[in-house]
């Protein structure tokens, strides 16, 4: 039989654990819980950040989406090879500020899907080519 020495049973006491049974006395309110707290609907999330300015690819991007076209089509334009970074970094930006949108929206990963101008991704584009004229 084991018997616990003194130092340690004023540190057992004092974290009301009853040295009979190594329990937590649960009648005590100062304990600490492992319990999962009640999900708050107050926390931050990734949320999309404003389109404030347009970077070289995208520019790119917005000058050649006269016509509809396929991201691959897009991505050799700008000399981007890798899929996920191109759409992450490039085209979801615009698709999220109202620049572009998908011909076929419905259908996301669609394998006829092509992306165009908005009416605001027009005026957009008349106004950098003016900006340019001057």
Known sequence: MYTLADHLKERLVAKNIDLGTDQVDSKKDDLVSDQVKPETTDLVTDQVK???????????????CDVPMKMIELMDHVGVKHRNFFKKTHLQPLLDGGIIQMTNPDKPRASNQKYVLT????????????????
């Open 50 to 64: 404003p389109l404030t300015r347009l970077n070289d690819v995208q520019w790119q991007i917005v000058m050649k």
């Open 119 to 134: 009416e605001a991704g027009v005026q957009l584009k008349i106004r950098q080519k003016e900006k340019f004229k001057q």
